[in-house]
């Protein structure tokens, strides 16, 4: 058997600010997860963004520290449209969350934007440019 990629985990440091980041760009919490150690939503094709808080991580692993600076984790959410890039972009800094990149057409064919989740993971948004005649 070859191992699979089944989740992604991700530690947060406040899960009620986490999981409303979250919930914003369209992931499906249960109601109630921004009071619990450990959330999970079901991802299509099966896979699962997982968030833990710290404590939780602290109860299996005593020792650990959060880094520090940057964030060690990047997600990329693939969009319907170029414009759909804008405005969730446009969405989510409305709504006070921290822009990275304002939406650009990059050079390999994408456009492209980037945020910051709360605690300052990498959330890319992207799709791809129609095809110049």
């Known amino acids: 058997m070859t191992p699979r990629l089944d989740a992604i985990g991700v530690v947060a440091s406040d899960m009620a600010a986490s999981v409303a980041f979250y919930r914003r760009l369209g992931f ?11 959330v999970e939503a079901q991802l299509p094709g099966g896979m699962r963004l997982m968030l833990d808080t710290e404590e939780m991580v602290r109860s299996i692993v005593p020792e650990f520290q959060p880094p520090s600076g940057g964030g060690r984790i990047g997600l990329a959410l693939l969009c319907d449209s170029p414009s759909e890039v ?47 005649q």
């Open 28 to 38: 499906a919490f249960p109601d109630g997860a921004e009071d619990q150690p450990h």
């Open 86 to 132: 804008d405005s969730v972009y446009e969405d989510m800094v409305a709504a006070g969350y921290q822009g990275g990149l304002k939406p650009w057409d990059a050079d390999w064919g994408q456009r492209y934007a980037s945020l910051h989740d709360p605690d300052g993971n990498g959330v890319d948004l992207f799709a791809p440019l129609p095809q110049a």
